[in-house]
Nanobody, 124 residues
Framework: VQLQASGGGLVQAGGSLRLSCAAS????????VAWFRQAPGKEREFVAA????????YYADSVKGRFTMSRDRAKNIVYLQMFSLNADDTAVYYC??????????????????WGQGTQVTVSS
C-alpha cells in the first residue's frame, strides 16, 4: 500500500491545519495507522495512532487535547486535525500504516508503510 500525506503548510502560532493521508494500491482496512513527525536535528517521534480495530486513539502527551486523528473508511483517508499550533509543532509529518500490537502502537518499527511526509511550519 502506498501512502500520500498532504495538507502541510505555513501557519501562525495559534492556528490550525488538517493533514490528510490517502492510501492507494490498497486500503487501510486491517491496518493500524499513525502519524509521526520529525523536526530538524531530532529523531522521528510519535504523534498519534489508531489501531486497525478502531476504538481508542493514542496521542503523544505533547499534542493531547490539541490534535485529533480520524479515519474516513469510505474515502480511505486518515486525517490529523491540529489546533493551537506552536513553534514546537514545526516538523515534517509522516503517516504510516502497519499492524502494531497495543504495546507497540507508538513505535516506528511497528509500521511497515510510510508516506513521503508533509512539512508543517509554525511561525511565532
Amino acid at each position: 500500500v502506498q501512502l500520500q500525506a498532504s495538507g502541510g503548510g505555513l501557519v501562525q502560532a495559534g492556528g490550525s491545519l488538517r493533514l490528510s493521508c490517502a492510501a492507494s494500491g490498497g486500503t487501510f482496512s486491517g491496518y493500524g495507522v499513525a502519524w509521526f513527525r520529525q523536526a530538524p536535528g531530532k529523531e522521528r517521534e510519535f504523534v498519534a495512532a489508531m489501531r486497525a480495530s478502531g476504538g481508542n486513539t493514542y496521542y503523544a502527551d505533547s499534542v493531547k487535547g490539541r490534535f485529533t486523528m480520524s479515519r474516513d473508511r469510505a474515502k480511505n483517508i486518515v486525517y490529523l486535525q491540529m489546533f493551537s499550533l506552536n513553534a514546537d509543532d514545526t516538523a515534517v509529518y509522516y503517516c504510516a500504516a502497519g499492524r502494531p500490537i497495543l504495546s507497540t502502537v507508538r513505535e516506528r518499527d511497528a509500521y511497515n508503510y510510510w508516506g513521503q511526509g508533509t512539512q508543517v511550519t509554525v511561525s511565532s
